[in-house]
């Protein structure tokens, strides 16, 4: 694992064992009957990959997010409490409920908004980008999206657009080597994701996600280039742990192919790095790891607790302040059998 003097390894192995409890206390979740809807797509593999770009980032940049996103929303400083309330559907969480696991926004961290689209969430940042150009703005905002999106034509305008207006713009590639079922290298004959993007005039470059420091080193010189009107392209190698979605027994991978994949896991990678270079002992991450999965339990239990969202509650953020809410099947039709 490379290796810096001023680089927060401790504060990154920190992020990622929130995110990595955090994700297992999703699976729970869902195991329990609690969440809403019936897909979720877990990030454990990934956890490097939103720690250390997220760590890149100042208060003012904003971001949006892929299906798979509650990992970078958590890295971003999100309180678990809120996000596990909202992937159960409850009042309390980030979007009243609405939004789910796939679907969560908060503009007062920067969140532009997750999207279950593939490539969906792209080209908002385009636009984030191009305001903050014109407004004046010190901001970045950075696309994360998965390898899938790499075969999807809104990625090229975006890179396009980004770089002809040299917009304050950053877009991050979490290859975690599967669209769904699909190998990276069964879609695309070209895997090396940052030629293409430099071949459209991107700052590009590659990072192992088996290392968060290299992620974070990375991000950070990207980071300021885009800052600096260069916008930038970072592809991060990773293995997705579970199946894509949290019914996906991963019937297209090999035992072989698990087991080693699962070798590449970067919260143990830091872990082991943080105790090599004499940071911290055993001791000491044990009990962070201990607080943290108290943490961790809370949210669930919060969410577990939380309220429902009223029935009507329905329409709520939906239609324009002041514009009168749309009635009530049953009201309407109590009110015309009552000739009203």
């Known amino acids: 694992m490379t ?3 001023n680089l927060p390894l401790f504060d990154l192995y920190r992020t990622m064992r929130r995110i990595r409890s955090f994700e297992e206390r999703v699976a729970e979740l869902y195991v329990r009957g ?3 809807g019936s897909m979720l797509h877990l990030s454990i593999g990934e956890e490097a990959a939103a720690a250390g770009v997220c760590a890149a980032l100042r208060p003012a940049d904003s971001f949006t997010t892929h299906h798979r996103g509650h990992g970078i929303f958590l890295a971003r400083g999100a309180d678990p409490g809120r996000m596990m309330a909202e992937i159960a559907g409850k009042a309390e969480g980030y979007c009243a409920g609405k939004g789910g696991s796939m679907h969560i926004a908060d503009m007062a ?4 908004g997750a999207n279950a689209i593939v490539g969906g969430g792209i080209p908002h940042v385009v636009g984030a980008g191009l305001s903050y150009k014109h407004l004046g703005k010190d901001a970045v905002s950075v696309a994360f999206f998965g390898d899938g999106a790499m075969q999807q034509g809104i990625l090229y305008e ?3 657009m980004a770089a002809l207006w040299a917009l304050p713009v950053l877009f991050v590639c979490v290859n975690n080597q599967y669209g769904m079922g699909t190998r990276v290298d069964r879609a695309t004959r070209v895997t090396d994701f940052a030629a293409r993007a430099a071949a459209l005039g991107l700052v590009a470059e590659a990072a192992d996600g088996e290392d968060v420091t290299a992620v974070f080193t990375a991000a950070e010189k990207l980071v300021a280039e885009a800052r600096g009107g260069h916008p930038g392209f970072l592809a ?3 293995f997705r742990f579970f199946g ?3 019914m996906d027994k991963s019937p297209y991978r090999s ?3 698990e087991e080693a994949g699962r070798k590449r896991d970067p919260v143990l990678h830091a872990r082991a790095a ?12 044990d009990a962070l790891d201990l607080a943290i999965a108290r943490e961790m339990d809370a949210a669930i239990d919060f969410a577990a607790g939380a309220a429902p969202p009223a029935h009507d509650a329905l329409f709520r953020d939906v239609f324009a302040p002041g514009e009168p809410a749309p009635e009530p099947l049953r009201a309407r039709l109590d009110r015309i059998l009552a000739g009203a």
């Open 236 to 238: 991060i190698s990773c």
């Open 34 to 36: 609690l969440s809403a």
């Open 274 to 285: 943080l105790a090599a270079h004499g940071e911290s002992d055993a001791a000491t991450l």
């Open 158 to 160: 975006s890179m396009n």
């Open 244 to 246: 894509h979605g949290r």
């Open 3 to 5: 290796q810096r003097a």
């Open 255 to 257: 035992a072989e192919e």
């Open 109 to 112: 961290l920067g969140h532009l």
